[in-house]
C-alpha cells in the first residue's frame, strides 16, 4: 500500500460546514478523533470547538476534557496507555539480592507483604550504578499474579506440602538453603502475627543474627555496616529504637511505600542443591473448628449482621449457625432488644474487619458504615433499592431478607450434603 | 492408665512489666497469663509442679513487681541475679538446662528493654528444644507429647502435637491471669542465686528514645489530568461498582450469595 496520505478536499470542506446535510456522516466515517481536530492544509493543527463534546441525558451538551468519552476504544487505547506507563525494569546481573518471605495470607500479598517489598525496593535500588535484585520466596500454593507489579526480581516458589500448614522447621530448612546457596545481602519478613514474626525470629537465630524486630523507618547511614540505620518499636511499643539495620530485619506495616511506578520481572528461580527434609517434633493437625459466637466480633471473619428489617429473628440466628458466622447487628436491632450490646457493629458499637460482612435489612446509617470500613466484601439483602448500604455493597440483592436466607441455608445444607456424599 | 497421668515439671519465665500508662513496674501481662495457664494444668495433670523463674537485677521496684507473680498462689520464685543491662539468655539456658523441666512457658515478648520477642528462639536453639508460639490452650499431656491449640488471627484455632521437653510462648489468647493476693505474696520467698552475667554492649549502644507517634500514610493519588485527581479527591471513600440484583427471586439471589461466599472461602 502507499504510503501517501490521500486528502479529498470536499470532504474536509463538508466535515469543517456543520450545516452541510452529510456533514454527520462524513464525521462519522473520520472516526471521533479526527472530528474535532486535524492537520490542515499548511501542516497547522485545526480545531473544531463544536464538534467536541456530546449531548448528555438533559438534551445539554457536555465536554469532558479527560479524554474518556471519545469513544470505547479511545478510551481503551488510553487505559491501556496509562498500565504501559509503568516501567519495565529488568535487573539481569544484579549486584545483590535483598530476601523477602512474605506471607501470602488468603494466598494473595497482603498489604503487608506490599509495603514489606516497597522496602525491599529501596533497600535495592539504593545505588543506582549497581542495584540488587528483590528475590521473594514462597511457600505453599498462592492465587497471587502480580508479583512483578509489586516489586519483586526473582521468584522462588517453593510447592511442596511440606510447607503446608504450621511447618516452622521445614520452612527453616528451605530459607537456610536459600541462605547458603545465594547469601542474601538482607532478610526481609514481616512482623505480624500470621507467620512472619515466628518464621523470622527462628531464621535469626538459625543464622546467628541479631535481627531489629519490630522496623517502621529505615534512612541511608554511611557509618552503619550495610550503609542504612534503621528505627525499631521496642518494650510494648512505648520505646524507639535507632539502631544500624542488620542482615535480617523483621518490618512493621506502612514501613515503606508499595511499589507502583514499575513492573519487575518476577523471574523463577530455582535451587540447585535439594532442601534437607528436616526432622520435625512439631506435628500440625489442622485448624480446628471454633464456635463462631464466641469468636470477638473485631476478628471475626465472617458477619452475618442484621438490622431494622429483620423481622423473623429464629431464622436469621439459624442462618449464622448454618453459615458459621458470628452474629452482629445494627444500632436499631440493638435497641430494640433483639441482640445484646456487645453485638453492635458501627460508630457507638465495634469497628469491624471481617473480611466478608453479610448485611440483611440494614440501611446503611453513616455510623454503621464507618463501622464496616475495613471490610473487604459487603454483601446486603434489602428491600430497599436506593439505601446507602446497597451502594457499599459488592453485591447487594433487593427482595424479601427472610425468603433470601432461607433459600441461602437450604443452598448451603445441600452443598454440604452433596460433599459429605461425594467423600 | 494411670502412669501416663502423672504430673509434669513447669518453668514459667517471668520478667518485670511496665503499666502501658503510669510506666510504673508491674506483673508483665503475657507473663502473668502464662503462669494462669501453669497453674491450670497443675489442676489438670495432678502431681505437677511449677516454679517461676527470673533473671534480672534485684531492686525495690522490680521485687514488688515479682511479688506480683507469687501472688497468684505460689511459694517461691528462683532469682538469678544480674547486673543491670546484662543478657539474660546464657544464665536462663544454663539453669533450664539443670533443672531440665518438661514444659517452659514464657511470654512473647518483654515489656521493657528491646522487647523484641527473641528469648523463646534464643532458649529453643540453645537448648534444642521445639517451640511452639502463640498458645491458646493445653489440652492433654501423655506419654511425652503434649497436644497444643495454637491461637490464629480472626479468633482461629489450630491443634499441634508436640513432644517434650518443649518450649511455649504465650500472649493474648490465653484466659486473663488471676487477681494477685497482698499478703501471700509477702510471705512467699524469693530464692536469689548469683549467675553469670555478660553485658549486652550491642543494647547499649543504640539510641532508645520515647516511641513517637507513626507517621500517617497519605494517600496520594497520581493522576495524569486535574480532573481525575479532583475526582480522587472529592470521591467518596465508598464508592459504587457493586452488583446489585433486582427482581430476582430469593432462589437467584441466595445463589449469587452463595458463589460470593465460596469465592471467598468463609464457608466451612
Not at chain 1, 530459607?175 to 500470621?194: C, G, K, T
Request: hydrophobic letters at 45%.
Amino acid at each position: 500500500m502507499s504510503e501517501i496520505r490521500r486528502r479529498d478536499p470536499r470532504r474536509e470542506w463538508i466535515a469543517r460546514n456543520r450545516l452541510h446535510p452529510e456533514h454527520a456522516s462524513v464525521l462519522a466515517e473520520q472516526g471521533g478523533s479526527a472530528a474535532s481536530e486535524w492537520l490542515g492544509p499548511n501542516g497547522v493543527i485545526r480545531k473544531n470547538p463544536r464538534a467536541i463534546g456530546f449531548i448528555g441525558p438533559n438534551g445539554i451538551k457536555r465536554i469532558d476534557r479527560s479524554g474518556a468519552q471519545q469513544g470505547g476504544q479511545v478510551a481503551g487505547g488510553a487505559r491501556q496507555g496509562a498500565q504501559d506507563s509503568r516501567r519495565r525494569v529488568e535487573i539481569p546481573e544484579p549486584a545483590f539480592l535483598v530476601a523477602v518471605v512474605p506471607e501470602l495470607a488468603g494466598g494473595r500479598l497482603s498489604g503487608h507483604d506490599k509495603d514489606l517489598l516497597g522496602l525491599a525496593r529501596r533497600l535495592a535500588d539504593a545505588d543506582s550504578e549497581r542495584p540488587g535484585a528483590v528475590l521473594a520466596v514462597v511457600f505453599g500454593e498462592h492465587k497471587e499474579e502480580g508479583f512483578g507489579e509489586a516489586g519483586i526480581d526473582r521468584l522462588l516458589h517453593l510447592a511442596d506440602d511440606t510447607y503446608a500448614g504450621f511447618a516452622p522447621e521445614a520452612r527453616l530448612a528451605a530459607l537456610a538453603a536459600v541462605e547458603r546457596e545465594l547469601a542474601p545481602r538482607h532478610w526481609l519478613l514481616p512482623d505480624s502475627p500470621l507467620g512472619g514474626a515466628d518464621l523470622g525470629r527462628r531464621l535469626a537465630l538459625r543464622l546467628g543474627e541479631r535481627p531489629a524486630t519490630g522496623v517502621w523507618q529505615i534512612e541511608a547511614d554511611g557509618a552503619a555496616p550495610l550503609g542504612w540505620r534503621c528505627t525499631a518499636r521496642g518494650a510494648a511499643e512505648s520505646l524507639d529504637i535507632q539502631r544500624p539495620l542488620p542482615r535480617l530485619a523483621l518490618a512493621l506495616a506502612e514501613c515503606a511505600e508499595p511499589v507502583d511506578e514499575t513492573r519487575h520481572a518476577a523471574a523463577p528461580l530455582s535451587l540447585a542443591e535439594t532442601i534437607p527434609s528436616a526432622f520435625s517434633r512439631i506435628e500440625d493437625l489442622g485448624q480446628v473448628a471454633v464456635d463462631p459466637a464466641g469468636v470477638a466480633l473485631a476478628e471475626a471473619e465472617f458477619i452475618l449482621s442484621g438490622g431494622n428489617g429483620v423481622k423473623d429473628w429464629e431464622g436469621f440466628h439459624h442462618a449464622a449457625k448454618v453459615l458459621g458466622a458470628t452474629e452482629g447487628a445494627s444500632r436499631v436491632a440493638v435497641d430494640d432488644g433483639f441482640m445484646a450490646r456487645d453485638r453492635q457493629v458501627g460508630a457507638t458499637g465495634t469497628w469491624v474487619t471481617a473480611r466478608v460482612y453479610l448485611a440483611v435489612g440494614i440501611s446503611g446509617a453513616i455510623q454503621h458504615l464507618q463501622g464496616i470500613q475495613s471490610c473487604d466484601k459487603v454483601v446486603a439483602i434489602n428491600l430497599d433499592p436506593g439505601c446507602d448500604m446497597i451502594k457499599r455493597a459488592d453485591l447487594a440483592v433487593i427482595g424479601d431478607s427472610a425468603a433470601i436466607l432461607a433459600a441461602l441455608v437450604a443452598r448451603v445444607e445441600q452443598q454440604r450434603g452433596g460433599q459429605r456424599d461425594a467423600a | 492408665m494411670q502412669p501416663e497421668q502423672q504430673g509434669i515439671e513447669v518453668a514459667v519465665l517471668v520478667s518485670v512489666g511496665r503499666h502501658p500508662i503510669t510506666g510504673r513496674a508491674r506483673r508483665a501481662d503475657q507473663d502473668a497469663r502464662g503462669l494462669e495457664l501453669a497453674l491450670g494444668l497443675e489442676r489438670q495433670l495432678p502431681g505437677s509442679r511449677v516454679s517461676l523463674l527470673h533473671a534480672g537485677p534485684r531492686g525495690e521496684e522490680s521485687e514488688s513487681a515479682l511479688r506480683g507473680y507469687l501472688g497468684m498462689g505460689l511459694e517461691r520464685l528462683t532469682l538469678l541475679e544480674q547486673a543491670e543491662g546484662s543478657d539474660a539468655i546464657p544464665a536462663l539456658a544454663e539453669h533450664l538446662a539443670a533443672a531440665a523441666p518438661q514444659l517452659v512457658i514464657t511470654g512473647a515478648r518483654a515489656e521493657r528493654g528491646e522487647g523484641s520477642g527473641l528469648l523463646p528462639y534464643a532458649l529453643a536453639e540453645r537448648l534444642g528444644w521445639p517451640l511452639v508460639n502463640g498458645l491458646a490452650a493445653v489440652e492433654s499431656i501423655e506419654n511425652g507429647v503434649a497436644t497444643l491449640l495454637q491461637a490464629l488471627p480472626r479468633g482461629q484455632r489450630r491443634r499441634l502435637k508436640v513432644r517434650l521437653p518443649a518450649i511455649v510462648s504465650v500472649d493474648g489468647a490465653t484466659p486473663v491471669a488471676r487477681q494477685s493476693a497482698f499478703g501471700p505474696a509477702r510471705r512467699a520467698e524469693l530464692v536469689a542465686t548469683s549467675a553469670p552475667a555478660e553485658a549486652d554492649r550491642e543494647l547499649a549502644e543504640w539510641q532508645l528514645a520515647p516511641a513517637r507517634k507513626r507517621p500517617k500514610r497519605l494517600k496520594i493519588i497520581k493522576a495524569a489530568s486535574a480532573r481525575d485527581r479532583f475526582k480522587a479527591a472529592a470521591a467518596k471513600a465508598e464508592g459504587g461498582g457493586g452488583q446489585v440484583l433486582k427482581g430476582v427471586s430469593a432462589e437467584q439471589g441466595a445463589e449469587a450469595i452463595l458463589k460470593l461466599l465460596n469465592e471467598e472461602g468463609v464457608l466451612r
